[in-house]
């Protein structure tokens, strides 16, 4: 009897923890607005106000600089809806464009970030238009990343 209580209090305990895990993570309207814009593979890093988008595009072979311009311009739109986000940086990783074994996996292709000042005056309803390189606080592209 002592056993059978034992394992019955054993199997109650990881049925609870199991139940505390984050299993069924619901999207935080950042990661919905990112989301809704690019499928690709994506991590979201907050500290105070201050965010840190990092997108993994396996395919950017297929894409363009233009194409990468459009997709940051339609997140940051989309992120100024957003009282939380003040400061944002978002920066887009892929496979080296070069054969080079001694590389990471992924390496920066654009990294575009706005201060937080600047991000409040940008006319982002207008997003379409806006010139990103020109009115960034921090605009840097990788060479090899082509219109």
């Excluded at 923890?17 to 991590?43: F, M, Q, R, W």
């Excluded at 339609?74 to 080079?100: C, H, N, R």
Aim: glycine content about 4%; hydrophobic content about 40%.
């Amino acid at each position: 009897m002592k056993k059978l209580l034992v394992l019955l209090l054993f199997f109650a305990t990881v049925f609870i923890l199991a139940g505390c895990g984050d299993v069924n993570h619901e999207p935080t309207a950042i990661e919905s607005t990112i989301g809704s814009i690019i499928k690709d593979e994506y991590k979201v890093y907050e500290d105070k106000g201050i965010f840190l988008v990092k997108i993994y595009d396996k395919d950017i072979n297929e894409g363009s600089k233009n194409a990468l311009l459009k997709n940051t311009k339609e997140m940051l739109a989309g992120l100024s809806k957003l009282d939380q986000v003040k400061t944002v940086e978002i920066k887009w990783y892929s496979p080296p464009f070069t054969d080079q074994s001694d590389k990471e996996p992924f390496e920066e292709i654009l990294a575009v970030r706005f201060e937080a000042d600047t991000f409040a005056k940008v006319n982002w309803g207008n997003y379409t238009k806006l010139d990103l390189e020109s009115i960034a606080n921090k605009y840097k592209q990788n060479d090899t990343l082509k219109d």
